[in-house]
């Protein structure tokens, strides 16, 4: 079966600072991973995925993730955090088979100026 | 440009009433479906998908039901609702390929009291 986990609940950061937001994934088979960001009381928007190709996938707003097979790990990051990212992250996997997505439990990014 | 529109964005029921709540989207054919619940602003359960009018599957047992009467239109229903079923809703969509992300509504805020 699939699954992602996100290990932190809330991550904290100081504006301009780096961000990073960690997610490690179980699949069987080929990984199919995406990032959401959801605004409170909104639907969740669509970040970045990953299919196949380079490890760094490129983003909206600025932020990528970093594949890595070895550690099943998909991690979020951004360069230069700003306040007007604080929002909660969903990590993401498709199952391939029954086109269905499973979502991690969210990070809640608090940004601070 | 395919859209998708979920409503009423809240609602407030009386334990024991029925639910009806619609989603429909437009600019494309033959959607996979689904509808989520998010449950005190953290992780989304996968409560129903569809990959095709008629179709239903059903992720986990429970108050609720789920139809697709039209291509483009999947609607939840309860007959009776109990305080549990109190929530934030999102209806998505996505295509049948394997390597393409979901589409969220904007979600429904029900209220049980």
């Known amino acids: 079966a699939q699954s992602v986990a996100q290990p932190e609940d809330q991550v904290n950061v100081a504006e301009g600072n780096p961000l990073t937001v960690k997610c490690t994934y179980s699949?069987?088979?080929?990984?199919?991973l995406f990032w959401y960001v959801q605004y409170p009381n909104r639907g969740l928007q669509f970040l970045l995925k990953?299919?196949?190709?380079?490890?760094l996938v490129k983003g909206s707003y600025g932020f990528e993730a970093e594949f890595n097979k070895s550690q099943t790990s998909f991690h979020l990051k951004k360069p230069s955090a700003l306040v007007s990212d604080s929002a909660l992250y969903f990590c993401?996997?498709?199952?391939?088979?029954?086109?269905?997505?499973?979502f991690g439990s969210g990070t809640k990014l608090n940004v601070k100026p | 440009s395919q859209t998708i529109h979920q409503w009423p964005a809240t609602l407030v029921q009386p334990v024991g009433s029925p639910l009806s709540l619609e989603c429909t989207v437009e600019?494309?054919?033959?959607?996979?479906l689904y509808w989520y619940r998010q449950a005190a602003g953290r992780g989304l359960q996968l409560l129903f998908y569809?990959?095709?009018?008629?179709?239903i599957s059903s992720e986990v047992p429970q108050n609720l039901s789920a139809s697709r009467p039209q291509d483009r239109q999947f609607i939840l229903s309860s007959k009776k609702l109990l305080l549990s079923d109190s929530g934030f809703y999102l209806c998505?969509?996505?295509?049948?390929?394997?390597?393409?992300?979901?589409?969220f509504g904007q979600g429904t805020r029900l209220t049980v009291v």
């Open positions: 998505a969509w996505s295509v049948h390929l394997v390597s393409t992300e979901a589409f």
């Open positions: 699949v069987s088979g080929n990984p199919y």
């Open positions: 990953y299919i196949t190709g380079d490890n």
């Open positions: 993401a996997v498709r199952e391939g088979n029954f086109n269905k997505f499973y």
């Open positions: 600019g494309t054919s033959n959607p996979n």
């Open positions: 569809s990959v095709g009018i008629g179709q």
